[in-house]
């Protein structure tokens, strides 16, 4: 049974063992953290085992996550320091390239990237991978036979990353669900009623696209006759800045995600 070793048990380490054990994966699951309340809220709620000690961690790893912050990874690797046997170790960290990874290791651990969402608890996830060209494949495909614990998994090619981390994450859903809801409830719905429409116009909707054939233009079409009060709606949202709002925050996404690797970088300086 491989034993996969948790650095970090923050908010996307708890999505990924819950989704671990709703999928009934066939992992022994250890997390290490320097928070021992963390820890401990993992092991009662999910059965995982805990290791204070981050030596003794790594140690029993067959596959290393590093789920820590991005502002963290530089220390981490620091109180690491040296690792004196073969592991594949995947980063969650956003931003913080391969090659700087590799450098602050070095052999023998061998390095990918990952990307998974928080609703990997529920078995819905998208999860991106990056592999460094020289990655055997046995440690490819154990990397994508681990994330499709949690759902859909696509490769995508480091210079492409951030663009991705900035793109899928479901914070994104729940904005424009809050968004729409308050809007609805402004204009008259009780917010329960409130939130079940705005649910509907995105969840719904955009599931009806996944599972179809229809391409989302004619989608577009048929819900918005021209003139009527959906067109009407999308009109004005446009003429307000909403394209134009979106793509400023994907970009602001975009500039976070390349100042984490400038900090991990100097950080190791």
Known sequence: MNRVVFLGAGRITTALVAGLRLA???????VHDRNPRRMRALHQRYGASIEPDLQRAISQADLLIVAVRPDSVATLLHDIAKVDRSVLAISLAAGIPLPHLILALGSPVRWARAMPSPVSRCGRGLTALTFPRNLPRADRDRAREFFRN?????????P?????TVTYSSSHGYHALEALAEAGHRVGLDRKTALMAAAHALADGIAAWREGSNSLESLLHEAATPGGIAATTMAAMNGAGYRQAVQK???????RARANA?????AGN
């Open 24 to 30: 009934k994966a066939n992992y022994i699951i250890v």
């Open 150 to 158: 949690f759902g859909q998994v696509v490769e995508v090619p480091e």
């Open 160 to 164: 492409k990353f951030d663009a991705f």
């Open 249 to 255: 925050g994907v970009l602001a996404g975009l500039r």
């Open 262 to 266: 400038k900090t991990f970088k100097a």
